[in-house]
């Protein structure tokens, strides 16, 4: 035979490299979603993962070259796939209780900033570290094996192992962000990765092997399946699960509140301190206090609207932002309005258990859609409000969407004498990300903003207006004339819940080019833990 062509017993070891890959990155990818519930999913958390998986392959690599030494480099080879597989397979089944050591329960977010950074980085050195190790040695070994099959040089032997394993990373990527996870779920997904590289090591072991591996999937698999979902963080005392979902983007619950007090129900992301994303109740209108979706309606009664009320909401949700508008606009007002949410997941479980409507005329819904790519889709459009309401796991806001450049094309859309509502979480006024992106909005419209303090939350309403400042606190126009509305403005007129910004205010803004909001928000929640 040619040394250039490959026999069978060569192409047999290249596919187990090439599903060894897909398996590498399936482990990979899903890790971050696999702790996010209680570390989130920022680049800081995404930095940890990778950086700990890069430096197991690392190690791996080297381990690998150790046992390729070895007569039979077989034998290791079929022994590492079988480890990978069970370290692998365990994942999610152990998530819950090392994540819970690491960030116990009860811990608030103004304690939680190192346990995030820190947490996330020791999950991952427990949890992923070993399986990722031993896959990497799956590459040396293959190439001894190629290289005495073929009689090949070892760069030739080595080159096509490479473009192998490659490949299968490339198709385990788009395979588990696009197949995987949305239509499998974790656990799942986790277990078909441990059942392919055990499947694979049986194949390089021999027969016997083989049929106890059988054997044991028969009985391992329905166990795994039938196990209580570790995944998934509990949904605590006086609430009740009324469905649960993952996306491409993100665990998802709409859990509903029992016992006394008013009937809520919550879409949860990720369920990370006790954070939700969207807030119903059976009817439109206000929430209770302690909710900055109420301060979205404060615009239509400055304006005195009357007739159609064009509003945007960047970051839809289950839809909240249209429900607490609509039902408390002017008399005369009518809503007409574009959302625009990221992932439809969200958007199928908001029309099933938070009254979101179907797309029409009126509800016009961009799924599927970043907020900044779809202003694009809206150019030439004009809306009398912007609602930004963009948060991702509790404390992060995209760089992206608190750019000097994103606020301007916001701007952009907005006509004479309209209002920008953004929800900033933070501690305070003062607060360094709620400071941060206020100077940035202010800046790009020319005019000063706003903050207000919401009562009884962790957030800060920002106001800005296209063309004309808001009105002045506590002055006769920061009345709205409405009892249900004005009940809200007399808790934020005293001096210490609003604060102006203006656009000449001294800092530096947040640009494409230089935007530091992650390190402003591991900054803001430290400055929450300091006394006084």
Do not use: K
Not at 84 to 113: Q, S
Not at 158 to 180: I, N, Q
Not at 433 to 445: E, L, M, P, Q
Not at 507 to 529: C, H, K, M
């Amino acid at each position: 035979m040619n040394a250039t062509t490959p026999d069978r017993r060569t192409l047999g070891i290249l596919s187990v490299v090439g599903l060894a890959g897909a398996c590498t990155m399936v482990l990979e990818l899903s890790a971050v979603r696999l702790i996010a519930p209680w570390f989130g999913a920022s680049q800081g958390v995404w930095t940890n993962v990778i950086g700990v998986v890069l430096l197991a392959l690392a190690l791996g690599y080297l381990a690998g070259a150790r046992l390729a030494a070895r007569a039979r480099p077989e034998r290791p080879l079929g022994w590492v796939l079988i480890a990978g597989a069970l370290l692998t397979a365990w994942l999610p089944w152990a998530v819950a209780p090392v994540a819970a050591w690491l960030r116990p329960e009860g811990v608030t977010l103004d304690r939680a900033a190192d346990l995030y950074l820190w947490g996330s980085l020791a999950a991952a050195l427990v949890l992923f570290f070993p399986a990722a190790t031993v896959l990497g040695c799956v590459c040396p070994l293959a190439v001894e094996i190629v290289q005495a099959c073929g009689g090949l040089h070892a760069g030739t032997a080595g080159g096509r192992v490479l473009c192998v394993s490659t490949l299968g990373s490339l198709a385990g990527t788009f395979a588990t962000t696009h197949l995987l996870l949305p239509d499998l779920g974790l656990r799942v997904t986790y277990l078909a990765g441990g059942i392919v590289l055990g499947g694979l090591g049986a194949l390089v072991l021999g027969g016997a092997l083989r049929r106890a591996g059988s054997a044991a999937a028969l009985i391992l698999v329905p166990a795994a399946l039938l196990a209580p979902d570790g995944t998934r963080q509990p949904v605590g005392a006086g609430v009740r699960l009324l469905e649960s979902a993952q996306s491409p983007y993100q665990a998802l619950r709409v859990v509903e509140t029992e016992g006394e007090g008013p009937l809520l129900r919550l879409l949860q992301v990720n369920e990370g301190l006790g954070s939700f994303q969207s807030v119903w109740q059976p009817e439109p209108g206000l929430l209770p206090l302690g909710y900055y979706y109420n301060a979205f309606a404060l615009p239509p009664w400055w304006a005195r609207a009357e007739g159609e009320w064009r509003l945007l909401v960047l970051g839809l949700g289950g839809g909240s932002a249209w429900r607490v508008v609509e039902g408390c606009l002017p008399p005369g007002a009518t809503l007409a309005s574009v959302g625009v949410e990221i992932d439809p997941a969200v958007v199928d479980l908001g029309r099933r258990h938070l009254d979101l409507p179907a797309g029409s005329a009126a509800r016009r819904i961009l799924a599927g859609w970043d907020a900044r790519t779809a202003l694009f889709q809206l150019a030439g459009e004009r809306f009398d409000q912007v609602v930004l309401d963009t948060y991702a796991n509790q404390t992060e806001i995209p760089a992206h969407l608190s750019s000097l450049e994103f606020f301007r094309e916001v701007r952009g859309l907005l006509a004479e004498g309209g209002w920008l509502s953004v929800n900033v979480g933070g501690f305070g006024l003062e607060d360094p990300v709620v400071d941060a992106v206020a100077r940035t909005a202010a800046r790009a419209f020319g005019q000063r903003a706003l903050l207000v303090r919401v009562p009884f939350a962790r957030n800060v309403a920002l106001i800005v207006r296209r063309g004309a400042a808001p009105p002045e606190p506590g002055a006769g126009a920061w009345l709205a004339g409405d009892r249900r509305v004005d009940s809200i403005l007399a808790r934020t007129a005293i001096p210490s819940a609003w604060r102006w910004v203006e656009p000449d205010t001294a800092g530096r803004v947040l640009t494409d080019d230089r935007n530091p909001i992650e390190e402003l928000q591991r900054r803001s929640i430290r400055r929450a833990q300091e006394p006084g």
